[in-house]
């Protein structure tokens, strides 16, 4: 069982920058799906930004490309999301969510995930 426990949410104008963190229980030598994952209201979870642990890559929304910028710390077991030139149409709750990797191709979508965190709320105003 992957605990996650994500940080950093807050208010910003639109144009500048946060940066989540999400605290993982383990990563252990098993690879995983991490990610990031937005839902505002009255609209539907989406990915924003997932790696696969082990060297597996990273990828992003196409909304996001560019300006957001998903890490890692494999000795802190933590997870970051690097958000710059926020606009306002990325106001949402944050979630980060875990999947362990099986060898099959995951990326974005959140009904593949297994493990989330509380979320943490990002509000951008114009």
């Known amino acids: 069982q992957v605990q996650l426990v994500e940080s950093g949410g807050g208010s910003v104008q639109a144009g500048g920058s946060l940066r989540l963190s999400c605290a993982a229980s383990?990563?252990?030598?098993?690879?995983?799906?991490m990610g990031w994952f937005r839902q505002a209201p009255g609209k539907e979870r989406e990915g924003v930004a997932v790696?696969?642990?082990?060297?597996?890559?990273?990828f992003y929304a196409a909304s996001v490309k560019g300006r957001f910028t998903i890490s890692q710390d494999n000795y802190r077991n933590t997870l970051y999301l690097q958000m710059n030139k926020l606009e306002p149409e990325d106001a949402a709750m944050y979630y980060c969510a875990a999947k362990r990797w099986r060898g099959t191709w995951v990326g974005l979508d959140p009904k593949q995930y297994d493990y989330w965190g509380q979320g943490t709320q990002v509000t951008v105003s114009s």
């Open positions: 383990e990563y252990t030598d098993n690879r995983y799906w």
């Open positions: 790696i696969l642990t082990g060297g597996g890559g990273t």
